[in-house]
């Protein structure tokens, strides 16, 4: 990205954290505004590790929106995931508008008991308020040596167009793929695949309006439909009162792909599509539909762990093309990024944490 030369300079300034204070900032402003203190701790350390991974899109950012919706009545803090259905590995589940990291988080160790007594689960969540960074919940299902998938699907302000679309028409519909790699002493870092379907995210054009960046070229169109680099044009209202919209990655195939987010995470979840004009309100739901297998269960456990080392290093055997440091698998940005954060701390643009003073205002706390 570039600096936008336009951007006032105060944009550009920035504050520096450690991830415990920074923890313990955001969670003063979920405490104030009703979360229980465990509640206010999970859902910041959640959003905080999102900036820890590198997904500042994703991280402290979204607090303030968070306020907002609380304030709106339209996300309900310390609610419960509701079971509608348990059919054994069949479960569907609400999450009644309370936070996404909190009944997420539910909901995935309700399918983990089902993946023990049954060696796999399909689950479904309706009704979660913003979920927050999805490979948080497929980290969770490696870390136990199994397999999930998840669709969602994104029910707020429609940000992406669909492909030969000139208006945003859905959400930045994520999908996420975690796989464990190798087994026992012989396991590797695991493979996470977590990402948007539209080009980038929305939390990033957030981000790099910010701090003043424009975005490269095929990333945006704006307002009338037309390409544009600013971010600025998802992020506020236009001349028009319009906004433009995200271009799905891959052109007809992510646009595919955020299609079947829709249905799979919205539609079969029953959490809704989305199919309206914007109202206005902060609210972001998700519908998620995952699916997590234990590949023991499958009787596969040895020749899948065998068979992922194998394929794995023979990936890494790709001589590097100029200029890059080599093949790179999905989930060593993050962990990278985690690490490096852990040691220089957390950087907020200015911007950002206005919002989030001002957000902590609006619940009566100064930061």
Not at 10 to 16: F, R, V
Not at 126 to 145: N, S, T, W
Not at 188 to 212: C, I, W, Y
Not at 350 to 367: F, M, P, R, Y
Request: charge should be negative; proline fraction near 4%.
């Amino acid at each position: 990205m570039t600096i936008d030369p336009q951007h006032s300079v105060k944009s550009l300034m920035s504050h520096t954290f450690s991830a415990t204070d920074l923890e313990h900032h955001i969670a003063q402003l979920f405490l104030a505004a009703g979360s229980s203190a465990a509640e206010a701790q999970q859902v910041a350390s959640n959003l905080v590790m999102a900036n820890l991974s590198g997904h500042d899109s994703h991280g402290v950012g979204m607090a303030p929106r968070y306020i907002d919706a609380i304030l709106e009545k339209n996300l309900i803090p310390n609610s419960q995931v509701a079971i509608r259905v348990d059919s054994g590995m069949l479960l569907g589940l609400d999450g009644q508008q309370g936070f996404g990291q909190t009944v997420g988080v539910q909901a995935m160790h309700l399918a983990f008991e089902r993946v023990a007594q049954h060696g796999a689960c399909i689950m479904s969540l309706a009704h979660a308020h913003h979920l927050g960074r999805i490979g948080h919940f497929a980290e969770m299902a490696v870390a136990r040596g199994w397999v999930s998938l998840h669709f969602v699907n994104v029910m707020a302000r429609a940000t992406v167009a669909p492909w030969h679309g000139g208006d945003g028409r859905f959400g930045t519909n994520p999908c996420c793929i975690g796989i464990p790699i190798g087994l026992g002493d012989h396991a590797q870092a695991p493979f996470v695949l977590d990402f948007a379907t539209s080009r980038v995210a929305q939390g990033k054009m957030r981000v790099a309006h910010n701090e003043g960046k424009q975005v490269p070229d095929g990333t945006l169109i704006d307002e009338h439909g037309k390409p544009t680099q600013d971010p600025g044009v998802v992020v506020v209202p236009q001349s028009n009162g319009a906004f433009g919209a995200l271009m799905p990655f891959g052109e007809h195939k992510g646009f595919g792909l955020a299609v079947a987010c829709e249905l799979l995470g919205g539609a079969l979840s029953g959490g809704g599509t989305w199919h309206r004009q914007a109202d206005g309100t902060r609210a972001v739901y998700n519908g998620m539909l995952s699916i997590v297998i234990d590949p023991k269960a499958l009787g596969t456990q040895m020749s899948f762990a065998q068979e992922t080392l194998a394929f794995i290093d023979w990936l890494r055997q790709s001589p590097a093309t100029e200029g890059t440091a080599g093949v790179q698998l999905a989930g060593e940005p993050e962990r990278a990024a985690r690490q490096a954060r852990q040691k220089n701390g957390i950087v907020v643009d200015d911007a950002t944490w206005q919002e989030i003073k001002q957000a902590a205002t609006q619940v009566g706390v100064t930061l």
